[in-house]
């Protein structure tokens, strides 16, 4: 305990856990959206401290857009573009847009707004994925393969890539997909189990591969979330499970629903861990040796349901403190 007392107090700051974690760029802002506790932006350095708040319903998804507002939501149905002074400039109802008399139960848990300033909406009970015009319009529309569709577990976390698929956790169905241009399914990777039998709850007791997400690594490898699996994999195009991390993998953390994932610039990887209890920390960077370099965990910002959240550095971070500061009048 000494020697932990003698540390530098941005270095305390970011030690989260036993042994010795890389210390936050001072910069560094935490930005994170979750059912209940809502949207904010904390500063980490400075003991947690709430910059910013704007209270939201249920959501999946969080982007920072170039234009600095959130593209995020407020129920399951609604996806919305909030900016700073927490005003809704657009937003998409899937109960009331694109619907047709007779349509079933909708939820969207996944939208990405693209460069030409159309946005990607997923729609789990319908089953598609829509790209939308600023005026909604429909301008693609691409059915998603699901076993028995399902409003509230067709998908989680659905990206574009840059080739112009798409990859799509499918939850319920437990299968990772890559849809091409067209929709047709042109990779797919069942979660596996590992032998072990699934288990019902949200903490780390459960148990199962109901994914949340997958990205495509710089590598052309897939590194998936596992949700419910406690874990992340990395497998080839070839199917090949070439690197993980599981449950116990980390000292002094374990791991339960395992959401977003990043691969940063230097390799390292940066990930959710939700449901995981106040005892361990929401979001874990580690090198792709599995040493831990930084960890967050505020349980008072945020809760034991943080799905998803977005860390900023360098630039990006100095730029959104000083519209803070501005907006605040300092």
């Known amino acids: 305990m000494k020697r932990i007392l003698a540390l530098p107090a941005v270095f305390v700051a970011s030690l989260l856990l036993p042994g010795f974690l890389e210390a936050a760029p001072p910069e560094r802002l935490v930005i994170g959206a979750e059912?209940?506790?809502?949207?904010?932006?904390?500063?980490?350095?400075?003991?947690?401290?709430?910059?910013?708040?704007?209270?939201?319903?249920?959501?999946?998804?969080?982007?920072?857009?170039?234009?600095?507002?959130?593209?995020?939501?407020?129920?399951?149905?609604?996806?919305?573009?909030?900016?700073?002074?927490?005003?809704?400039?657009?937003?998409?109802?899937?109960?009331?847009?694109?619907?047709?008399?007779?349509?079933?139960?909708?939820?969207?848990?996944a939208y990405q707004r693209f460069d030409n300033g159309n946005t990607m909406i997923v729609e789990s009970g319908p089953g598609r994925i829509l790209e939308v015009s600023p005026d909604k319009t429909i301008v693609k529309k691409l059915p998603l393969i699901v076993s028995s569709p399902n409003a509230h577990s067709d998908t989680r976390l659905v990206?574009?890539?840059?080739?112009?698929?798409?990859?799509?956790?499918?939850?319920?169905?437990?299968?990772?997909?890559?849809?091409?241009?067209?929709?047709?399914?042109?990779?797919?990777?069942?979660?596996?189990?590992?032998?072990?039998?699934?288990?019902?709850?949200?903490?780390?007791?459960?148990?199962?591969?109901?994914?949340?997400?997958?990205?495509?690594?710089?590598?052309?490898?897939?590194?998936?979330?596992?949700?419910?699996?406690?874990?992340?994999?990395?497998?080839?195009?070839?199917?090949e499970i070439v690197w993980k991390v599981e449950q116990n993998d980390l000292p002094g953390i374990t791991l339960a629903w395992v959401t977003t994932v990043e691969e940063l610039a230097n390799g390292n990887l940066r990930f959710g861990n939700c449901h995981a209890g106040p005892d361990n920390p929401q979001i874990i960077e580690i090198t792709k040796d599995k040493e831990v370099v930084w960890t967050y965990k505020d349980f008072t910002n945020f809760g034991n349901s943080l799905a998803n959240s977005l860390i900023l550095d360098g630039d990006a971070a100095k730029h959104l403190r000083a519209r803070l500061s501005a907006l605040a009048g300092n």
Do not use: M
Request: hydrophobic share 35%; glycine share 14%; charged share 20%.
């Open 159 to 239: 990206r574009r890539l840059g080739n112009g698929h798409y990859l799509v956790a499918h939850e319920a169905d437990q299968v990772v997909k890559e849809y091409d241009a067209s929709g047709k399914v042109v990779w797919e990777y069942p979660v596996p189990l590992f032998g072990k039998q699934p288990a019902g709850g949200h903490g780390p007791e459960a148990f199962g591969g109901k994914c949340f997400t997958a990205i495509r690594l710089k590598s052309g490898n897939t590194l998936v979330a596992t949700g419910n699996g406690h874990s992340l994999l990395e497998v080839t195009p070839g199917k």
């Open 35 to 109: 059912a209940g506790k809502g949207l904010a932006i904390v500063d980490p350095g400075n003991h947690n401290q709430l910059l910013w708040h704007r209270p939201l319903g249920a959501v999946h998804d969080l982007h920072l857009l170039p234009n600095g507002n959130f593209l995020t939501q407020d129920g399951w149905p609604r996806v919305i573009e909030v900016n700073l002074a927490k005003e809704i400039v657009w937003e998409y109802d899937a109960t009331k847009t694109n619907r047709e008399e007779g349509d079933g139960k909708v939820e969207i848990h």
